[in-house]
Nanobody, 118 residues
């Protein structure tokens, strides 16, 4: 069973860069035809796909966040990371990492609250 766990600061100041890491256990992030994704949910709003890094290291981002978002990976630690630059209070959300696997199965982390405030 694949498990994912987000980690990172819960409070970020406006204009700074939000950095989160997702630790993956139970499967290699380079294995199969797997896709590793960051998703967020602002308070009172729906889920928003932010971006994905594939098993091959190819990235894709939602257009509205592309200029501020970077997803990378550390294969030696079996982790992938999110960086969101120039944050504002509108970036306050619960951030989730998730994996999509062959056959359409998904595994999600429990989510981590990030608040942008001075």
């Amino acid at each position: 069973q694949v498990q994912l766990q987000e980690s990172g600061p819960g409070l970020v100041k406006p204009s700074q860069t939000l950095s989160l890491t997702c630790n993956v256990s139970g499967d290699s992030i380079t294995a199969g035809v797997n896709y590793w994704t960051w998703i967020r949910q602002p308070p009172g709003k729906g889920l928003e796909w932010m971006g994905t890094i594939t098993y091959a290291g190819v990235t894709d981002y939602t257009p509205s966040l592309r200029s501020r978002t970077s997803i990378s990976r550390d294969t030696s630690k079996n982790q992938f990371s999110l960086q969101l630059s120039s944050v504002t209070p509108e970036d306050t959300a619960v951030y989730y990492c998730a994996g999509k696997f062959t056959g359409g199965k998904w595994s999600w982390g429990q989510g981590t609250q990030v608040t942008v405030s001075s």
